[in-house]
């Protein structure tokens, strides 16, 4: 009796499990069955998602999205889960996300309710302002200031449909060159081929902080729109969302996520050992406090 009532315990067992398998769907199940979770992240979004001067990631959003391939492992009983990283540009980050190529995207992406008709997003883990850097000795004060000058922006951001938004509604004219990536987009206005690079402001501090002279540039106070940043994920995939909202909440919600915040935003960051100083803002403390995935 006893040898009996193993074997139909081992053939319970065996049964739960492949109806675990079977109901896996989306995401979780691509993963389960190759084995490997693929990471898209940025090269040059400092301190979200980066390269070190080993050409390793690294940053905030890394961090946080390390947090969501643990909770993976542990939810598909993969301890030796294989996570590849996939290097994504702004331009290239969605459909890369959409075919498959890449299952999470790790990095500085706004959460907006046109990109929510393509993707998915988890929780909020940055707001920012879309704004301007400029030299000190531009003479630039304002949006308004850069009538008829050259700009450049980041090709694939939310940055350039807000710009062309306020040309249109201020009168002005600017001709915008764009950069493959936010390092590009920074490197024309040090080289003065324009007189601004329009960005999220915590991105513009990234660069001018790991620039050869920080002190000769500026961020505008105005501001073209307030923004929240999110991981992304594919529309229409409840389990992984329902893994990643239940992961990045609970971050927020023990207070943990004041720890990575302080890491990347209040002390020295690699390469360079650059404090960006950037305190949490009340829009983002609140983030922290309800987590929520709200598009602007």
Not at 31 to 41: D, M, V, Y
Not at 62 to 85: F, I
Request: proline residues 6%.
């Amino acid at each position: 009796m006893k040898t009996v009532s193993l074997i139909a315990g081992i053939a319970a067992l065996f049964v739960s499990a492949s109806v675990s398998a079977q109901d896996l769907a989306g995401t979780l199940k691509k993963i389960k069955e190759t084995g490997t979770i693929t990471i898209g992240h940025r090269e040059s979004s400092i301190p979200f998602s980066y390269l070190d001067d080993k050409q390793q990631p690294i940053g905030y959003a890394m961090d946080l999205c390390m947090k969501v391939v643990d909770a993976v492992k542990a939810e598909l009983k993969l301890p030796n889960l294989k996570v590849a990283l996939q290097p994504v540009t702004s331009s290239n980050r969605i459909p890369l996300l959409q075919n498959g190529t890449i299952d999470l995207e790790c990095g500085s992406t706004t959460n907006s309710v046109q990109r929510q008709q393509q993707v998915a997003f988890g929780p909020t883990y940055f707001v920012i302002n879309v704004t301007a850097a400029v030299k000190k000795t531009s003479g630039v004060n304002s949006l308004t200031d850069l009538n008829g000058k050259n700009i450049s922006t980041t090709s694939g951001t939310t940055a350039v449909p807000l710009l062309k938004a306020y040309e249109k509604t201020k009168s002005i004219d600017v001709k915008e060159i764009y950069g493959k990536d936010h390092a590009e987009s920074f490197l024309l206005l040090v080289e003065d081929r324009v007189s601004a690079f329009v960005m999220d402001d915590i991105l513009l501090a990234g660069q001018i902080a790991n620039a050869k002279s920080p002190a000769d540039f500026k961020i505008l106070g105005e501001s073209l729109r307030q923004e929240p940043y999110s991981m992304m994920l594919r529309k229409d995939d409840p389990q992984f969302k329902a893994l990643i909202d239940k992961t990045i909440s609970g971050v927020m919600k023990s207070g943990e996520i004041e720890k990575i915040y302080a890491k990347w935003f209040m002390s020295p960051v690699p390469p360079k050992g650059v404090n960006l100083n950037f305190p949490q803002t009340p829009p983002l403390k609140d983030a922290f406090r309800n987590p929520n995935d709200k598009g602007v």
